[in-house]
């Protein structure tokens, strides 16, 4: 959790603070308002904190280890059927399929 959280709100915070500037124009990087210092801030903690990818990847890595002690586990991979889950433009439609787009087809 800890990791999601540091690659999380650093982000966060950069982005609310770039729309605060967005939404005030020129006046947002002004000294007359504390916005640009906050974004200058938000940047430096993203740098300060390390890359996001390596939060991202620890975070990853324990919930694989997490997954591997599951029960769910050790029923194994599900194959998929990549031909029945995927279908080209060129693929007839079924009867089926040409049922519905009729019963749309009518209700407009």
């Known amino acids: 959790l800890l990791s999601l959280v540091k690659a999380h709100i ?8 770039d729309r605060c500037i967005q939404a005030h124009g020129a006046l947002g990087i002004s000294q007359d308002t504390p916005l640009f210092g906050a974004f200058a801030g938000a940047r430096f903690l993203r740098i300060a904190d390390g890359p996001d990818e390596v939060h991202l990847r620890t975070a990853a890595q324990i919930e694989l280890k997490r ?3 599951s029960p769910l586990a050790g029923l194994g ?4 059927e990549r031909q029945v889950i995927f279908r080209r433009s060129t693929d007839p439609v079924s009867r089926e399929g040409q049922a519905r787009l009729r019963e749309i087809r009518a209700r407009l």
């Open 67 to 69: 997954q591997r002690k």
């Open 77 to 80: 991979k599900y194959p998929a």
């Open 10 to 17: 650093p982000v966060t915070i950069q982005g609310v603070v």
